[in-house]
């Protein structure tokens, strides 16, 4: 794998829970003959990772030595659930399809361990993954001899036994873009629809005719999966949805494109978009939007950035609430939509990267740009508590981080420009701090992204034919078993590695194993330390700073890991709770 080439020492922390950039902890990937891909990923308190996609023929989901074989029913792919534990071992698989096939794009869990799914199916298809039938049929097209694409949301137990499956749509292909879950656990799906739809899966109805020749819709339905309202807002032309983020006020933030101008107000109110400028034939350009609605989907206010060719791609929350967008533009691009100013240029017609933090008004924070970046598309962008951010995406060339001209990043040489996938931590003012890549010499993708408080990484997508998954110095190299397949990784610190690494050290833990009252004792070397403990998921569970020799902590049974840094020096030790 070639790696990115960095022109000075970075002397930095990759999170402030750990000093290291983050290894390959593991990797599995499953496949047949044809097309497999994981894109959507989830993980439980317990450590436990959850993938969702799609697959053809008969797969082997089991990616150790057992076998647990799933197969397709119809002419079409099938969707997946797979489930592993937290080292990466096989707990099951399900499979959900038809003769039509379904996908599943979007993934969330609910507080009580249920999985929440969302995608698209075409014909009729079983939803029940077990010995039960739950069909659902897709609405018919105009054309007859066709069948459209509608929305499916399926609710799942942790164990992936049914629950509850609901389908939206109407008579030409709706999409899903987007999946968030509320502090009430009500459900939330972002798409995209034409002509005609029915919103309301129960026995009312809900229709929304597009405006345009594709309108985007904002779904909420309750934890049964009953209708509660759906909002819609277009016009013009093609108005998409990239992203939806829910906010800790429960107020909702969406990025998207349009084209010949939109109303952002789904509302009875207009807030008109304009649209973009006109290329040398003529052709009005893309536009990039960014949206706030309160926790009814009413409008609160709206931004667009106008170019000849812009395209919005991820969006990201900080712990401020602000937001990081990142988006492709050709030309020239203010990024500042407000009275202000701020300009960028590309070389030429040749893409570059907008990089831009907006405060909760919609008001520009900062703004960066690099260029040119061939196909350098990020599809998620995850902030950290410390305000740092994760970028992942892919790429096909060689490309100069925003921010700094001394971090970049090359693809693999191939044919017809592969593209690679590339991870990529930037400090609160969008300067670029680190990058690793992984892929191999045909298209590699990732399709979704989590990361815990302790610095863990769990990554998804496909490989087309070989690939090296290891993104850091090591090397893990797979081979397809037939054209693409699924892969599923954890990367993180060393110090969070799979083995206990507690050691003859000057501080204790005990009892250990306890029952639920834990003492720890420090010796005086340790004095304005401090004290994590982490989930073996890696989320952060409690922590204090180390004042006393003595400390005592009550916490509910499970594994821990206890992590005690002192300066440059950490140590980490495992706690069971019985």
């Given at each position: 794998m070639k790696k990115p080439v960095l022109l000075f020492t970075l002397f930095i922390s990759f999170i402030s829970y750990s000093q290291e950039d983050p290894v390959l902890h593991w990797a599995r990937t499953f496949g047949s003959i044809g097309h497999q891909s994981a894109y959507a990923l989830a993980t439980d308190s317990d450590g436990n990772v959850y993938t969702?996609?799609?697959?053809?023929?008969?797969?082997?989901?089991?990616?150790?030595?057992g076998e647990a074989l799933l197969t397709q029913t119809g002419n079409s792919p099938d969707g997946y659930v797979q489930k592993l534990d937290g080292q990466g071992n096989f707990v099951w698989a399900k499979r959900m399809g038809g003769a039509d096939g379904n996908?599943?794009?979007?993934?969330?869990?609910?507080?009580?361990?249920?999985?929440?799914?969302?995608?698209?199916?075409?014909?009729?298809?079983?939803?029940?993954?077990?010995?039960?039938?739950?069909?659902?049929?897709?609405?018919?097209?105009?054309?007859?001899?066709?069948?459209?694409?509608?929305?499916?949301?399926v609710r799942l137990d942790s164990d992936g036994n049914f629950i509850w499956a609901k389908k939206v749509g109407g008579t030409q292909a709706d999409s899903v873009n987007s999946l968030v879950i509320d502090a009430d656990e009500n459900i939330i799906v972002a798409g995209m629809f034409a002509e005609t739809a029915d919103f309301d899966p129960g026995n009312g109805v809900q229709n929304l005719t597009a405006t345009g020749s594709w309108d985007a819709f904002l779904l909420k339905l309750d934890t049964d999966g009953n209708f509660i309202w759906v909002k819609q807002f277009g016009g013009g032309d093609d108005t998409r949805i990239a992203?939806?983020?829910?906010?800790?006020?429960?107020?909702?933030?969406?990025?998207?494109?349009?084209?010949?101008?939109?109303?952002?107000?789904?509302g009875t109110g207009v807030h008109s978009l304009p649209p973009g400028p006109a290329?040398?034939?003529?052709?009005?350009?893309?536009?990039?939007?960014?949206?706030?609605?309160?926790?009814?989907?009413?409008?609160?206010?709206?931004?667009?950035?106008?170019?000849?060719?812009?395209?919005?791609?991820?969006?990201?929350?900080?712990?401020?609430?602000?937001?990081i967008v990142s988006g492709m533009f050709r030309g020239q691009v203010d990024l500042d939509p407000g009275a202000g100013e701020s300009l960028f240029s590309s070389e030429g017609m040749t893409n570059s990267l907008a990089l831009f933090k907006l405060d909760t008004?919609?008001?520009?924070?900062?703004?960066?740009?690099?260029?040119?970046?061939g196909a350098f598309y990020p599809h998620k962008i995850l902030s950290r508590q410390d305000g740092q951010f994760i970028m992942a995406g892919t790429f096909n060339t060689t490309v100069p981080l925003p921010g700094s001209d001394n971090i970049i990043i090359t693809a693999t040489a191939g044919d017809n420009y592969p593209e690679d996938v590339f991870l990529a931590?930037?400090?609160?003012?969008?300067?670029?701090?680190?990058?690793?890549?992984?892929?191999?010499?045909?298209?590699?993708?990732?399709?979704?992204?989590?990361?815990?408080?302790?610095?863990?990484?769990?990554?998804c997508g496909g490989f087309d034919t070989s690939a090296d998954l290891d993104p850091g110095d090591g090397e893990f190299q797979v081979t397809a078993a037939g054209w693409v397949d699924a892969y599923v990784e954890r990367l993180g610190p060393q110090a969070l590695g799979l083995e206990d690494m507690a050691s003859s050290g000057s501080w204790k833990i005990y009892p250990n194993p306890s029952n639920g009252n834990v003492n720890f004792s420090f010796d005086s070397s340790y004095n304005g330390a401090s004290a994590t403990i982490y989930s073996m998921l890696g989320q952060r569970i409690s922590g204090f700073e180390i004042n006393t020799l003595q400390h005592q902590l009550t916490l509910p049974s499970g594994t821990y890991l206890v992590k005690v840094e002192n300066g440059k020096s950490a140590e980490t030790k495992k706690l069971i709770v019985n």
């Open positions: 969702a996609g799609t697959f053809s023929a008969t797969v082997d989901f089991d990616p150790g030595p996908f599943w794009s979007h993934m969330a869990l609910m507080p009580n361990g249920d999985i929440i799914l969302a995608g698209t199916f075409n014909g009729t298809v079983d939803f029940d993954p077990g010995t039960g039938v739950f069909n659902l049929s897709s609405t018919l097209m105009l054309n007859p001899i066709y069948k459209s694409y509608d929305v499916a949301v992203e939806l983020k829910l906010s800790d006020n429960g107020n909702l933030f969406i990025l998207g494109s349009y084209h010949t101008g939109m109303d952002a107000d789904p290329d040398q034939f003529g052709q009005i350009g893309g536009s990039a939007y960014v949206l706030q609605l309160d926790q009814a989907g009413d409008f609160v206010w709206a931004d667009a950035f106008n170019n000849i060719f812009i395209a919005a791609t991820a969006m990201g929350l900080a712990p401020d609430g602000n937001l008004s919609g008001n520009l924070m900062w703004a960066k740009a690099t260029g040119p970046v931590r930037f400090d609160s003012e969008g300067n670029a701090l680190w990058a690793e890549t992984l892929g191999g010499p045909y298209n590699d993708t990732i399709e979704d992204l989590k990361i815990t408080d302790s610095g863990l990484f769990y990554l």
